[in-house]
């Protein structure tokens, strides 16, 4: 196999540069050896990780369905027929052994977004694997040592924008524990099923139908606007006249683990009449800080800790730029619960930023200068839809060469208009020298991310926009690891 991987080159539409500094802009072509998901390196590697030697098995049923959103009926594609799919639960260093059978029309696999896995279960066709095709099926093993909140969908087109995503929770044996309450929200836009497919709506996005959405933001101009307007808006399936109700005693503490499934929307998150304790951002702690309301990008999570009032109150996520809501109602006591357009005060108090997240000591990466710095320039438009990175498509010979044991520096420029959240595979970065560990970040137009990060895990890893649309019309790259 050795021989095999090191006699396999790829074609890379990169050069490089003088000092071992790839640079995006030269056209050329590079020939290395790489480190393939097939590698013996992949095995090696997964036998350094720590693990517990428990094994729990899972199964996907990735199938159509009828689903009810609480009013609303679509037909949809989903895992085991709900939306979201069921969560999965372990411990730090438990090994996920999940079967994925197809029964979908179409190719899909799944991918584990947030877990630094074995670059071979990644599940990012076709790089990483083969994809499963309708009536096939694959089975997932590997050990899952990224604690926190993370979750798993497809790899495939616009797949994403239907019914496909699930939770996926590592629970860290380290985790100081201290609530009473652990709820999961996961947080959607919605169209599939209402008259219009998602691979409808990039059919129109790509003929320049950019009309859909709103351009323009709600309540002072948000920057966060998106693509394309939603009929509804969901939490964990529901839309606001039919919401999902968390119940607890008044005083009692909840952990809320929030999580972004949309393919378009950025949310801003709040529960009525409470400020949020933030603990983990992408599934690493982070100094707790105290906010009113936040923001989330898609391929984003937020961890948050509160204390309960006595009362029915609104846990609302705004549609930012769309003029819509989703609801879920947490409650301590009897009575009336708000009405399904409640937008509580919370949501124009304090806004979390970036920068007043701090990783706490044990997830903050050593400071080291970096080996190797990678620059993306995020480009193209919403008219001529012609998303892509350091002005090209997205094309599978493309890659961000690295080798084991560098530090890492990506570079993201924003060059576009509009904002993008930026997802990294099989790794998490630092953002900026004090910034919290991540491995998506939002990249407002005309802004610049630094992400540092270790290259502690062989293989070939996509980057890409977590905007299911930018993404598939091309926003996307390949880092890869040297051989
Ligand atoms: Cu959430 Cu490339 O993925
Ligand atoms: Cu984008």
Not at 342 to 352: C, F, N, Y
Not at 398 to 405: G, P, T
């Amino acid at each position: 196999m050795s021989t095999i991987d090191r006699r396999t080159f790829v074609r890379a539409g990169l050069a490089l540069a003088g000092t071992g500094l790839l640079t995006a802009c030269t056209p050329g072509e590079i020939r290395a050896p790489l480190i393939l998901p097939t590698s013996p390196r992949i095995g090696e590697v997964e036998a350094r990780r720590r693990t517990t030697g428990r094994t729990h098995d899972f199964r996907f049923t990735a199938q159509a369905a009828q689903v009810d959103l609480g009013g609303p009926q679509v037909t949809t594609w989903t895992y085991d027929g709900s939306v979201p799919g069921k969560e999965i639960r372990v411990r730090a260093g438990d090994v996920i052994q999940a079967e994925l059978a197809n029964r979908l029309p179409a190719d899909t696999t799944i991918h584990w977004h947030g877990l630094a896995l074995r670059n071979d279960m990644d599940g990012a066709p076709p790089l990483t694997q083969d994809p499963v095709a309708p009536g096939d099926s694959f089975s997932y093993r590997f050990i899952a040592d990224t604690p926190g909140t993370h979750w798993l969908h497809p790899h495939s087109g616009t797949q994403l924008d239907r019914g496909l995503y699930a939770p996926v929770i590592v629970e860290d044996p380290a985790d100081p524990g201290g609530y009473d309450h652990d709820w999961t929200v996961v947080l959607d836009d919605w169209i599939d099923g209402t008259g219009t497919t998602p691979d409808e709506v990039l059919t129109r996005l790509r003929q320049g139908a950019g009309g859909m959405g709103s351009r323009h933001g709600m309540g002072g101009g948000t920057t966060l606007g998106g693509d394309v307007r939603y009929p509804y808006y969901l939490i964990n399936g529901r839309v606001p006249a039919a919401p999902v109700t968390f119940t607890a005693r008044p005083r009692q503490r909840a952990r809320i683990r929030f999580i972004n499934a949309a393919s378009d929307t950025a949310f801003r998150i709040a529960l009525g009449s409470h400020r949020m304790r933030v603990t983990h951002t992408d599934g690493f702690a982070v100094r707790p800080v105290d906010t009113d309301t936040l923001v989330i990008g898609m391929g984003e999570r937020y961890d948050v800790t509160v204390t309960l009032g006595d009362g029915i109150f609104p846990l609302i996520a705004l549609a930012e730029g769309k003029g819509a809501t989703a609801l879920a109602l947490v409650r301590t006591a009897v009575g009336t619960p708000p009405p399904a357009s409640i937008l509580p005060a919370e949501l124009d108090g304090e806004l979390l930023p970036y920068d007043r997240l701090t990783p706490v000591e044990h997830v903050r990466l050593p400071a080291k200068a970096p080996d190797v710095e990678h620059r993306l320039d995020l480009t193209g438009g919403m008219m001529s839809y012609d998303w892509g990175i350091n002005g090209l498509p997205f094309d599978h010979a493309q890659r961000l060469l690295i080798r084991e044991d560098q530090r890492v520096r990506l570079t993201i420029r924003n060059r576009t208009m509009m904002w993008h959240p930026l997802h990294i595979h099989g790794h998490t970065f630092q953002l900026g020298d004090t910034g919290p560990r991540k491995d998506t970040v939002i990249v407002l137009p005309g802004r610049i991310a630094t992400c540092d990060l270790a290259a502690d895990n062989p293989g070939q890893w996509m980057i890409h926009c977590h905007n299911t649309y930018h993404h598939e019309t091309g926003m996307a790259t390949i880092l890869g690891y040297e051989a």
